[in-house]
């Protein structure tokens, strides 16, 4: 059977069994549960589901060996399986997975070797990786069918799918509670935005932040912002400005970029800025740094040298922080739309960008401000 076809008998036997579990055995219902709701590394769950479905259409494969270079007859492409396959299936049914392939992250895209238990896999947790490979071992040992598996799995992802949406929208109802009153004003909303920023692993809010800026004032200043590419693309690959890249209404061609740093900006920066203006076709006016750290004087000099070298374009270099608080209080009448825009950019981003713990924990930022209490 085509493993398209596969993926879509399996989703129909878990819709109309939710309840049901096909996997016997207490350690691997354990481990199952584990690997397939661990938020911190997702990489895991795409693996084991490679792994299952390759299996399943091809029972003479050993689940253990999926990479193409082992070389035996019972190796197989587990990227093959994720990319043709997967992909698709987890987009198209807004499963809790990464968007993009396992097989490229840096714990998996080097092995050579059958993924037996005596295999470390270097990534966090640990654990997960160590799961991961006792459940493959027990395909291969044939103590639990890798269709009962894939199976099992794909009802707890649609399990936790449903948690996830009925837990975000039960906090967004709840915003709705304060209709009518006192709007936030701009330095609170910039305070739910600095404690936002505050939070681990929240590279990408900086970039949704600006998005958000224009995509609430687009209207009024003649400028919009280009769709925000992946959180993990190459500015090589998409041949990309910058992160936010805005344009003049009507038109496409970039005219400002903004390049995100939660680090200082150096003079390297600068110099692989200048080479990107240099090969790019339009003119941009303004090449803009929004870094959450300080602001060195040397290195601020250093990008103002460049105006005239360039033919025009002005590098610029702005606390992040400091450009928020200015852009709230210029455009005062827009903060509540800023504030939706945000809210908005946030909620829609992949759990690989924006996680699920960081979506809520501005919900909560956002009701405690907003709260009379």
């Not at 925000?228 to 038109?251: F, M, P, R, S, Y």
């Not at 080479?275 to 303004?286: F, L, M």
Request: charged content about 30%.
């Amino acid at each position: 059977m085509d493993p398209q076809k596969i993926l879509n008998k399996i989703l129909k036997a878990a819709q109309d069994r939710p309840e049901h579990r096909d996997v016997t055995g207490e350690n691997n219902r354990k481990d199952l549960e584990y690997v397939c709701k661990v938020i911190s590394n997702r990489a895991g769950i795409r693996l084991l589901l490679s792994c299952l479905l390759a299996k399943v259409h091809r029972p003479s494969v050993d689940p253990r060996k999926p990479y193409t270079e082992i070389g035996s007859d019972d190796s197989f492409s587990g990227r093959t399986y994720d990319e043709r396959y997967l992909t698709h299936f987890i987009n198209e049914n807004h499963l809790p997975c990464n968007p993009t392939t396992a097989f490229l992250t840096p714990a998996l895209r080097n092995i050579d070797r059958p993924l037996t238990t005596d295999v470390e896999i270097v990534g966090r947790p640990r654990e997960v990786y160590a799961s991961t490979l006792r459940l493959l071992d027990e395909v291969h040992k044939r103590n639990v069918l890798a269709i009962a598996l894939l199976t099992d799995a794909v009802r707890l992802l649609i399990e936790l799918r449903d948690e996830k949406k009925k837990r975000m929208q039960q906090l967004v109802d709840e915003l709705k509670g304060g209709e009518g009153a006192l709007p936030l004003s701009s330095e609170q909303i910039l305070n739910v935005i600095r404690q936002h920023l505050a939070c681990k692993n929240s590279s990408r809010l900086t970039v949704l932040v600006v998005a958000a800026a224009y995509k609430a004032a687009s209207a009024r200043i003649g400028e919009w912002s280009r769709p925000l590419l992946a959180h993990n693309a190459a500015d090589l690959q998409t041949k990309a400005l910058g992160d936010v890249e805005v344009c003049l209404v009507d038109d496409d061609e970039v005219v400002t970029a903004y390049e995100m740093k939660m680090k200082r900006v150096t003079i390297d920066d600068i110099d692989t800025a200048v080479a990107k203006i240099a090969r790019a076709k339009s003119g941009i006016q303004n090449y803009v740094f929004i870094t959450t750290e300080a602001i060195d004087p040397q290195v601020a000099e250093y990008a103002e040298t460049f105006y005239e070298k360039t033919g025009g374009t002005e590098i610029a270099m702005l606390d992040c922080i400091g450009f928020i608080r200015h852009y709230l209080h210029f455009f005062h009448r827009l903060r509540i739309e800023f504030l939706e825009a945000y809210q908005e950019l946030v909620l829609g981003e992949p759990d690989s960008a924006v996680s699920q713990p960081l979506k809520e924990a501005f919900l909560a930022l956002r009701k405690a401000a907003e709260s009379d209490e």
